[in-house]
């Protein structure tokens, strides 16, 4: 019996993003000493996490 590590699959994908909010998450990625990559997919999965549902709101 060997130990089994699971790969996670990865996809590329392109965004277009106002230059503005790059530059502030360039500041962070600094500051924090994490790469953009990972910065992205950390707000991306908190937004996920938090979104409220739009149906609700109506």
């Known amino acids: 019996?060997?130990?089994k590590i699971e790969k996670k699959e990865y996809i590329n994908k392109t965004?277009?993003?106002d230059k503005k909010?790059?530059?502030e998450m360039q500041i962070?990625?600094?500051e924090k000493n994490i790469t953009m990559n990972k910065?992205?997919?950390i707000c991306l999965r908190y937004a996920l996490d938090?979104?409220?549902d739009?149906?609700?709101?109506n």
């Open 21 to 23: 909010l790059i530059d």
């Open 15 to 17: 965004f277009r993003l």
């Open 50 to 52: 938090n979104i409220e």
């Open 39 to 41: 910065l992205v997919a």
């Open 1 to 3: 019996m060997g130990l």
């Open 54 to 57: 739009t149906d609700e709101q």
């Open 28 to 30: 962070v990625c600094k």
